[in-house]
């Protein structure tokens, strides 16, 4: 069964600064996505970056990247010049389907908290 | 831009009472799904919805839940008997199931209060 953990509950960082929360997951799947959801105090899910396991190049969406190591099943998000609106929950997620590129169900990850101080 | 709708925002009924709450996934999308996030703790899957049956539930989904596409724009999730435990905030995500693309997308979701 694939399981996905975030160690971090909480984390902060100051406004303008780079903060990377990490997160790992655990499978025996080699085509899989991964992604990073934010859901601010207003509870939407909105996606911020995703990326596909056979790609080998690291994803990045303007101040969001990450780092995805699929040896080591990690993939960290890496928020470069942190703005106040940042400030949220963070969920990493794993996506698998038995059939390529059809639906197939999200599991998440228990979430970081970030605070993003002026 | 197309976007995943869900109604009502807030929901509160009495325990043992049944509960439909409605979605409207984005309209050329083929995969539905229901989540539930009880509060303070992580997302966990529900069921997934293919060519008009269930293709993957998981062990909270039990026979209190059931999912229907009633016409060709709805998505709703009927839980029939509520219990304490079900409150928590429900999300309907949808995805296209072409090539290329595996993101879901959610709607703003339902918060169900169950007293």
């Known amino acids: 069964a694939q399981t996905v953990t975030q160690s971090q509950p909480e984390m902060s960082v100051q406004e303008a600064e780079t903060v990377t929360l990490s997160c790992t997951y655990d499978t025996s799947e080699n085509n899989y996505y991964l992604f990073w959801y934010k859901q601010p105090p207003s509870r939407q899910m909105i996606l911020v970056i995703r990326?596909?396991?056979?790609?080998?190049q690291n994803a990045t969406e303007n101040r969001f990247s990450v780092n995805f190591q699929k040896a080591a099943k990690s993939f960290s998000l890496k928020i470069s010049d942190s703005q106040l609106g940042d400030t949220a929950m963070y969920f990493c997620a794993f996506g698998f389907s038995l059939i390529y590129n059809q639906g197939g169900k999200l599991i998440f990850g228990q979430g970081t908290e970030l605070s993003v101080k002026p | 831009e197309p976007e995943v709708t869900q109604t009502p925002s807030h929901q509160v009924t009495q325990m043992g009472q049944e509960v439909i709450l409605r979605c409207v996934p984005i309209s050329n999308h083929l995969y539905f799904y229901w989540y539930r996030q009880i509060l303070g703790q992580k997302v966990e899957f529900l069921v997934s919805?293919?060519?008009?049956?269930?293709?993957?539930k998981s062990e909270i989904f039990d026979d209190q839940f059931s999912v229907e596409r009633p016409d060709g724009s709805n998505f709703t999730l009927k839980i029939r008997s509520t219990k304490l435990e079900d409150s928590a905030m429900y999300f309907c995500?949808?995805?296209?199931?072409?090539?290329?693309?595996?993101?879901?997308?959610f709607g703003p979701g339902t918060r169900l209060t169950v007293l």
């Open positions: 990326q596909e396991a056979y790609k080998q």
């Open positions: 919805f293919y060519n008009n049956e269930i293709s993957e």
């Open positions: 995500a949808s995805s296209p199931g072409t090539s290329g693309s595996f993101e879901q997308f």
